[in-house]
Every structure is written in C-alpha cells, then in structure tokens.
T-cell receptor, first 119, second 114 residues
Framework: DTGVSQDPRHKITKRGQNVTFRCDPI?????LYWYRQTLGQGPEFLTY????????KSRLLSDRFSAERPKGSFSTLEIQRTEQGDSAMYLC?????????????????FGPGTRLTVL | GENVEQHPSTLSVQEGDSAVIKCTYSDSASNYFPWYKQELGKRPQLIID?????GEKKDQRIAVTLNKTAKHFSLHITETQPEDSAVYFCAASKTGGGADGLTFGKGTHLIIQP
C-alpha cells in the first residue's frame, strides 16, 4: 500500500497517560497535516508541516499536544496527560505542494486514522 | 477564522434520484472547496473539488457549483446508486490547503433507498 499510513490504528489509554501516534505520508509529499475527528463531526484541523517546518497550529492544539516531523518524512503527534475529551479519531493527511508556491491547490490524501480512547 | 455550514445533516433519496448537499462559508478569501466521501470506519476520500476561478465542475454523475458572491457551494449527485450511501463533507481553505488546513462542514449522511 503506497498511501498514507498511521500507527497504531487503535489506542486505549488511561487518563493522565501520554500517547504518541505516527504518520507516514505518501513518499514524495512534502506537506503533512494532522486533523481530529469526533463522532458525527467533520475533521478539525490541528497542525501542518511543510517538510520539517511546522507552519501552522490551530488554537485547538493545546500545550499538551506536540507534533514533530524531524526529517521531513514521517510525523509524530504526542498528547501528554491525556483527558477524556481527547478521545477521537486522529487523522493524518499529506499532499504535494510546489516549491515556493502557496497557491497550489492539491488533494489531501488521508490516512486510516488512529482511534484514541481515554478511559 | 473560516466557518463552514453544511445542510442537510441527513438526506434520504430513492435510488436513481438526485441528491443535493449545500454548504456556506464565511471567509471570502477562501479559494479551494473540496468534497470528501467517508464510508463507515474508513478514511475520507476526495470525490471532487472546485477552485474559486470557476463556477461549476462535473465528473460523471457528480457536479459541484460555486457562488462566490453568496459564498455557497453545492454538491450534486445524479442517478444515485446504493454505493453512494456514505457521509459527505464539504470543506474550504485559502490557498487550497497548501498552506492552510481545510475547514470542514459537519457532514451529510446520504442514504440511498432501494
């Protein structure tokens, strides 16, 4: 499968624990996005990387959330001191943006998501 | 920031009939409007998108229209089939999601009645 992959697919944790999710984008894609989706809602944007640079963060991303993309390939999303309200599906998406252009509209390809349940 | 409203939340149509889903957006600077289909337990998949420099786009049974003045866009599915049953999300962004994340509507659950 050459699409976007995410690991793990499911994670159950106790309140207060830290969790980390991984996203592997489509190999040539330089832009990577994290979204959160709760039941019955559309995905909500969390943060965006172009190569290894984190260029945008939603105000939904509290101080307990941190994301990295150290080599411009895979990305990790860490949630510290999890709360029950963090239970959701965490989706990763990637796209290919042309260098030097912010005007390119390209399809975002989504991964299968990591479903987090905080008990 | 951008706000996207989507209606209806549930739409039930007879197989073979047409389905229309409508969205409005708030940020006049938004210029990219994709539509995603999400089947139960699966990832969202793009079905069609439109940019602000065109008013309509069609791909087989699916079409999207955009009215920039009114800030609304619609998805039209003709000759609906059982496999069209899913949740459909509209979205909007500035610079086409290349620099900004997508803002999604809350989704429309489309049910195709046999």
């Amino acid at each position: 499968d050459t699409g976007v992959s995410q690991d793990p697919r499911h994670k159950i944790t106790k309140r207060g624990q830290n969790v980390t999710f991984r996203c592997d984008p489509i190999s040539e894609h330089n832009r990577l996005y994290w979204y959160r989706q709760t039941l019955g809602q559309g995905p909500e944007f969390l943060t965006y990387f172009q190569n290894e640079a984190q260029l945008e963060k939603s105000r939904l991303l509290s101080d307990r959330f941190s994301a990295e993309r150290p080599k411009g390939s895979f990305s990790t999303l860490e949630i510290q001191r999890t709360e029950q309200g963090d239970s959701a599906m965490y989706l990763c998406a990637s796209t290919l943006g042309l260098a030097g252009s912010t005007l390119t509209n390209n399809e975002q390809f989504f991964g299968p998501g990591t479903r987090l349940t905080v008990l | 920031g951008e706000n996207v409203e989507q209606h209806p939340s549930t739409l039930s149509v007879q197989e073979g009939d047409s389905a229309v889903i409508k969205c409005t957006y708030s940020d006049s600077a938004s210029n990219y409007f994709p539509w995603y289909k999400q089947e139960l337990g699966k990832r969202p998949q793009l079905i069609i998108d439109i940019r602000s420099n065109v008013g309509e786009k069609k791909d087989q049974r699916i079409a999207v229209t955009l009215n920039k003045t009114a800030k609304h866009f619609s998805l039209h599915i003709t000759e609906t089939q059982p496999e069209d049953s899913a949740v459909y999300f509209c979205a909007a962004s500035k610079t086409g999601g290349g620099a900004d994340g997508l803002t999604f509507g809350k989704g429309t659950h489309l049910i195709i009645q046999p």
